[in-house]
T-cell receptor, first 109, second 113 residues
Framework: GEDVEQSLFLSVREGDSSVINCTYT??????LYWYKQEPGAGLQLLTY?????DMKQDQRLTVLLNKKDKHLSLRIADTQTGDSAIYFC?????????FGKGTKLSVKP | DVKVTQSSRYLVKRTGEKVFLECVQD?????MFWYRQDPGLGLRLIYF???????EKGDIPEGYSVSREKKERFSLILESASTNQTSMYLC????????????FGPGTRLTVT
């Protein structure tokens, strides 16, 4: 089955760019997703990318997909303290999503 | 806007009690899911449902059951709560089709003492 791996922690300074990386095993995933979870809250969909795309940009967010290496990344430009959260990548097929364990992003002022 | 609501944000129960966690979505989604989230383990799927009265086991169904009598409501039941079921429980819903975007509720933090 699908396995999704992420590093657990990332710390950046306010104003810098953050890059959160994810690798996955199931090449049949049609869509790949990034979710954000703020403290004490549920998961909120940030963005997604269709598997036949290489890149998607949405304001400060850039998603890069390398299908050959099964590598997905989320870049947050001009990171703000409000971006501090846990970020989950997810992919899957057959109607279910498999989530990574989440990367905790800490933004230092 | 899709709205997924969960009956409680915080819940404290005693070992051996029967616990009901309720989830309601208002977007007529066919698919509904229950996850638990634990530090270092991420989200683990407990049960999911593709339609009314249908249920499928996820990765960790032991100690749990579910009920889906109406399309908008998916209930998670702990028949006899145990301390190792202390966790954050997240409900999600998703439309059918090839786009698997899931919409999450705010979560219920359950403590079993």
């Amino acid at each position: 089955g699908e396995d999704v791996e992420q590093s657990l922690f990332l710390s950046v300074r306010e104003g810098d760019s953050s890059v959160i990386n994810c690798t996955y095993t199931d090449s049949s995933s049609t869509y790949l997703y990034w979710y954000k979870q703020e403290p004490g809250a549920g998961l909120q969909l940030l963005t997604y990318i269709f598997s036949n795309m290489d890149m998607k940009q949405d304001q400060r967010l850039t998603v890069l997909l390398n299908k050959k290496d099964k590598h997905l990344s989320l870049r947050i430009a001009d990171t703000q303290t409000g971006d501090s959260a846990i970020y989950f990548c997810a992919g899957g097929s057959q109607g279910n999503l498999i989530f990574g364990k989440g990367t905790k992003l800490s933004v230092k002022p | 806007d899709v709205k997924v609501t969960q009956s409680s944000r915080y819940l404290v129960k005693r070992t051996g009690e029967k616990v009901f966690l309720e989830c309601v979505q208002d977007m007529d989604h066919e698919n509904m899911f229950w996850y638990r989230q634990d530090p270092g383990l991420g989200l683990r799927l407990i049960y999911f449902s593709y339609d009314v009265k249908m249920k499928e086991k996820g990765d960790i169904p032991e100690g749990y059951s579910v009920s889906r009598e109406k399309k908008e409501r998916f209930s998670l039941i702990l028949e006899s709560a145990s301390t190792n079921q202390t966790s954050m429980y997240l409900c999600a819903s998703a439309p059918s089709g090839s786009h698997y975007e899931q919409y999450f509720g705010p979560g219920t933090r359950l403590t079993v003492t």
